[in-house]
DNA sequence: GAGTGGTCTAGACCACGTA
DNA sequence: ACGTGGTCTAGACCACTCG
């Protein structure tokens, strides 16, 4: 290992350019132990804040983690499938649980989630999508979930308040056949859905309300629900960081003529 | 404008976070220059890289941007929409989706793309969803696209050779009724398709050839077609950067006798 | 207690685009 | 020519966790 000052590329890039180089090529596989800044300080003769800048970089790249004061350690990345599609599908009778919970339990991992509902003025994004005019209020059910005890992805679904007052929706408590179903139970049923992807780095609120390391990007999924009367009943805001999900959708060509 | 010492937090999340409250709250519009980091020093009294350590990390965060020699500036995000069941719907009904995204799309942008083909060993993730046996080739297009002269997204679509093998795929110009049509022309019609996004920081590979702020993590949409039979026959590579895309979905309730 | 990374300082010189 | 951010140095002290 050596690095040339002369070069055009700085010196930190060129150490982080070698250790990427040995975590991609298995050299170093997830979870192990990167050396320490004293080591890279001693074996490319640079000052600490260098061998630093190389690290930081790697981190903000969401390669490596700093785990304190253990050292830096090579990330693993074991996403779970994401499949906005299921809702609209026939789901097995037995199931007493939420979405959320029937697909992961199964998996022998411990599923949880806390419940807060309130009544709230929406934000803007929501306001367009539920076409709500100046002053409507919404009740939003904020969700986070969590997977073998670590916080997973959050879900803050909004409701225009006068379709869903007086529902089981107001309760801060799982609502086995999902809110949809109770929706649908009122004349609300949803037919059509839109699904919006944004994807971008998290809000420092997010990074905390989901514990996300460093250099871990989200996924912004909103959802819309409309009825067969085209009116949109239902929002969903939910923050899926990219570490843990990956997102899958399944189409076909609609019924045509053969060619 | 004032930081403590003695807090829990650090001097330059403080700094950090008096910016980006003034960006989040309107007081610096996207495209605002933002203060110097002599100015910075000054007015927090700290050193140099104490506040560069502020703007750094809304760097990271995808917030602003480093334009030297003219300063840090606040970023500006207009993404287009990016419609993967378009492809199966030529002329689809989307009755929702063009609603709330504003639509900077086709309209006055100058779209262009450039087109690579080879014969290559394809990558592991391609190989898998292709089941492709151990030494089994395929042709690939590699395309770049661009609006408005500016790197926009990238596509590599990757054929089992055999299947291709002669056709126009192999010719690394425009196909103006597209590859799937070929297929289709040549008994392998798509009549299926699963997409998978990831979402992750991009390689150093994927910020040249894309020309990628740093802060810009990307949706990994990975999409592979299956004929009647179940036989894949395509799986496509695409990065879109988070800044200028927002992808959408729209679905329908499958018709379904009520159980 | 030892070693880790986290924070912070106070300098220096450089590369680059704009004026 | 000037001012900007980019790189790099050589220190210092701290907080945390592990053995």
Known sequence: MSVKRAGQMPVWQQIAGELRQAISDGTMPPGARLPTESELTERFQVARNTARQALTALV??????????????????????????????????????????????????????????????PPEMVKDRLRLEAGELTVVRKRVRYLDGEPFNTNDSYFPLDLVQGTEIMRPDDIARGANEVLAENDYRQVRALDEFYVRMPTPEETRRLALAPGTPVAYHVVTGFTSEGRPVRTVLNVLPGDRHVIAFERTRPAQADS
Do not use: W
Request: aromatic letters at 10%.
């Open 60 to 121: 903000a790249e969401g390669l490596i983690i700093a785990a304190r004061p253990r050292g830096y350690f090579v990330r693993d990345r074991r996403p779970i499938n994401y499949r906005p599609q299921q809702e609209f599908m026939p789901q097995p009778r037995y199931l007493e649980t939420d979405r959320f919970i029937a697909q992961h339990s199964a998996e022998g991992r411990e599923a949880r989630q806390t419940i807060e509902v309130s009544i709230v003025d």
